[in-house]
């Protein structure tokens, strides 16, 4: 099993950034497939993006495309996720992944191994 923590949630108004971080217990490219996901309460968890480890390749959700950016940083063992122009429905808990299945195009799926969470809070 993989430990997660998540780094870097907060409170920011419309229009600012915040990044967060997950760092993992095993190396990155071992996990294959790590994402974000986001849930508000009373909805589901969703997937925002997810990163393949070893190549790099990325999905995003279309809900933040051109917003928020995943990446891989090896050294760090770390993925993270830019977030930019926050809208307040944005406001959540977001949780790291790992584990995930492959799928193409940088997507996975079925992620075994989770994050506690860190909260994003975008207000008006």
Not at 14 to 28: E, H, Q, T, Y
Not at 70 to 87: A, E, F, G, P, Y
Request: glycine share 14%; aromatic share 8%; net charge neutral.
């Amino acid at each position: 099993q993989v430990r997660l923590v998540e780094s870097g949630g907060g409170s920011v108004q419309v229009g600012g950034s915040l990044r967060l971080s997950c760092a993992a217990s095993v190396p990155i490219v071992d996990t294959l497939c790590m994402g974000w996901y986001r849930q508000i309460p009373g909805k589901e968890r969703e997937a925002v993006a997810t990163i393949y480890t070893r190549d790099g390749d990325t999905y995003h959700a279309s809900f933040v495309k051109g917003r928020f950016t995943i990446s891989r940083d090896k050294d760090k063992n770390t993925v993270d996720l830019q977030m930019n122009s926050l809208r307040p429905e944005d406001t959540a808990m977001y949780y790291c992944a790992a584990g995930g299945i492959p799928r193409g195009g940088g997507y996975c799926s079925g992620f075994t191994d989770w994050g506690q969470g860190t909260q994003a809070t975008v207000s008006s």
